[in-house]
Every structure is written in structure tokens, then in C-alpha cells.
């Protein structure tokens, strides 16, 4: 339970950093690049570190499929050492995409919806993993865990209803991309841990935040922000919690079933992000967002049963 609590602390902080940088007009891209450079230098110092750098042995692109269909066939076990070293470069990459974009998002919703929202909508990713597990490995979700996952889905629904007489619709395009992107990467989570030695962990962290890095260094270019010190040490804060989140994460995953480890970690990251809102910025729920995240946090305990 020591890293399921470690995960949820670095979350919490990331979020709370990002309030932090938005309630005060700082660059966007800048704190995002510092924030991967950070967390692809700690990476790679662990991975030389480790060894892990280079890959011991070679298989070709047949072999590696081979074996990779071997071990998803069997449902059980593992991928050997160098498979494990290209499956963390493959799934690290697509989890850097989706790291990147739902850190954008994130920073812009936390500006435009608030940070308990935006809390909300991320955590609720958790449903695209679960829904993928049932597909994939038959991880069917019992009685509770359908109710979970029905209430947490009207929750999504209620954040973007507009009660207002004489308007339409409000759907909130961030809230639903956060959800969408956030989701997406927990699931290259999920999927290096079902299939990769987990002495590879910083080395697909690695992977992660340096395809991250990539692309939002491109990103800082077309922009042309003008950074400064402050939006520096920002980033470099985030980065630091980023890595160690999902470090911690990973290894919660190893420890427990990903059905505590993503409810667990997504309510408490709300919970804390919520009070955390309150009592440093001074953020309020308007009555139906507060519905909203009560039910999520109700949503994400039914998942857990």
C-alpha cells in the first residue's frame, strides 16, 4: 500500500502545480518541456544506471512477434529480456503521445474547468483500461463494478449538462479529451506491466518522457513562449512528481491487482486535488460539479468491489 500512497501524493502534486502555474498566467509549453526534461534526464541516469541502455542479445522484428504472440496467447508469463527491452521502447513511445497531449489538456482545463474537474475527468480515464481489460483478457466486472462503471459515466454526463434555461448543451471539449488522453496512457501502463520484466519500469519511463519530449520541444518552437526562471522551476517541480508517479504506480501494479491499484490512486488523487483546490486557491464547486465528483468517488470505490 506504500506506493499505492506514493502515487497518489506525486498525482495530487502535479495537479496542484499546474493550478499553481495557471492562476498565474505561466507559459504552458515551457513548464511542459521542463517538465519532460526533467523527467527524461532522471530516467536516463537510471537507465545507465541499470545497465538497461543497451539491449543484451538481438531478435528480429519476426522473433520479437513470435514470442510476443507466444505470450499473449498463453495469457501468462512474460517477455523474455530483450523482448521486454523492445516492448518498452514500443509501448513507451505510444504512452509519450499520450502523456504529452493529456499534460496540454490537463493544464488547459485546470484553467478553463478548475482543478477538481479536471481531476475528475482524468481519473475517470481509468474506465478505458477496464473496458479494454474486459476485451482483452476477460477481466468481466462483477455487479458492483457495473454500477461503478455506469455511475461514473452519468458523472461525465452531468459535468457537461447545462441547466441554465435558453442555452444548449455545454459539453466541455477538454474534459473530454483529458478523460480520452489520460486514459490512453494508463493503459500503456497497464500494458508494459502485463507483458514486460518489471526491471525494464525506467527504461520504458525512459521511452515515455523522451518521445514526450520530442514533441513538445517542437511544440515550444511554433509557440516561441518566452520563458523565464519561474516557469522553469515549475516544470522541473512537475517533472520530478511526473516520473515518480508513474514509477510508483508501476510498482503498485506489481504489488496488486490493477482493480485496487486504479480506483485507489484515481479517488484519492481527487479527493486531494479537491482540498488542495480549496485551501491554497480558494476553488469552488458550483452544486452539479460537486454531484459530479461524489459520484465519481462512488464510482471509483463500486470498481474496486
Not at 455506469?150 to 474534459?175: D, T, Y
Not at 520541444?217 to 512528481?241: M, P
Request: aromatic residues 14%; contains cysteine.
Amino acid at each position: 500500500m506504500t506506493f499505492l500512497f506514493l502515487t497518489i501524493i506525486c498525482s495530487s502534486a502535479i495537479g496542484l502545480s499546474f493550478k499553481y502555474s495557471e492562476k498565474n498566467y505561466m507559459h504552458r509549453y515551457t513548464i511542459t518541456t521542463a517538465n519532460y526534461v526533467t523527467a527524461s534526464a532522471i530516467g536516463l541516469i537510471l537507465v545507465i544506471k541499470n545497465g538497461l541502455i543497451i539491449p543484451e542479445g538481438s531478435l528480429s522484428a519476426e522473433q520479437f512477434f513470435e514470442e510476443f504472440s507466444r505470450v499473449v496467447s498463453l495469457n501468462s508469463g512474460v517477455l523474455s529480456v530483450t523482448g521486454s527491452w523492445i516492448w518498452s521502447l514500443l509501448v513507451g513511445i505510444l504512452n509519450g503521445v499520450f502523456f504529452l497531449f493529456a499534460l496540454i489538456v490537463f493544464q488547459k482545463s485546470i484553467g478553463e474547468n478548475g482543478i477538481a474537474l479536471s481531476a475528475m475527468s482524468s481519473r475517470l480515464g481509468v474506465l478505458i483500461p477496464m473496458s479494454i481489460s474486459i476485451i482483452l483478457w476477460n477481466e468481466l466486472p462483477n455487479r458492483f463494478q457495473v454500477f461503478g462503471i455506469i455511475l461514473a459515466i452519468c458523472s461525465i454526463v452531468l459535468v457537461n449538462l447545462n441547466f441554465n434555461q435558453g442555452r444548449s448543451g455545454n459539453v466541455k471539449p477538454s474534459l473530454i479529451m483529458l478523460f480520452i488522453f489520460a486514459g490512453g496512457g494508463i493503459f500503456c501502463n497497464k500494458l508494459f506491466q502485463k507483458y514486460a520484466l518489471l526491471q525494464y519500469k525506467n527504461l520504458f519511463l525512459f521511452f515515455v518522457f523522451t518521445t514526450a519530449l520530442l514533441i513538445s520541444l517542437y511544440f515550444l518552437r511554433t509557440k516561441h513562449e518566452q520563458a523565464n526562471r519561474n516557469d522553469i522551476l515549475v516544470g522541473i517541480v512537475v517533472g520530478v512528481f511526473n516520473l515518480l508517479s508513474n514509477y510508483f504506480m508501476i510498482l503498485a501494479l506489481n504489488e496488486l491487482k490493477a482493480s485496487v491499484v486504479f480506483p485507489i490512486t484515481s479517488a484519492g488523487a481527487i479527493i486531494m486535488m479537491t482540498l488542495g483546490g480549496w485551501l491554497f486557491f480558494k476553488e469552488h464547486l458550483r452544486p452539479k460539479d460537486l454531484v459530479a465528483v461524489i459520484m465519481t468517488l462512488f464510482a471509483l470505490v463500486l470498481i474496486n468491489i
